[in-house]
């Protein structure tokens, strides 16, 4: 594993292991089939947790990143449901620590 710019997101297939946001090289699933793979390998692969974790942060506080390759717009969908959720879990602990 070399050098990672964990500001660039490339869903173009081929870069896994290293780049947990790439489809196997001969991958030819849709958005769809996209998304449940990411699901998948966020269960399994604490550097898609982390780095997308990042993301999600960055995104909030209004800070530049980029997404590249065919699965970009499914990319941004799956960082706003991070998002989603990590404001759920916020408002959940401000109503429990009161």
Do not use: C, H
Request: net charge negative; no cysteine.
């Amino acid at each position: 594993m070399g050098i990672i710019d964990i500001l660039t997101v490339d869903t173009t297939p081929g870069g896994y292991p290293d780049n947990p946001f790439s489809p196997p090289a001969s991958w030819d699933g849709d958005g769809e089939a996209f998304v449940q793979l990411l699901r998948e390998r966020f269960q399994r692969d604490p550097w898609l947790r982390q780095w997308l974790g990042i993301l999600a942060f960055r995104k909030r506080r209004g800070d530049s990143y980029t997404i590249i390759g065919p699965w970009k717009q499914d990319m941004e969908a799956i960082i706003a449901s991070v998002i989603s959720r990590l404001t759920v879990l916020e408002a959940m602990e401000e109503d429990t620590n009161g």
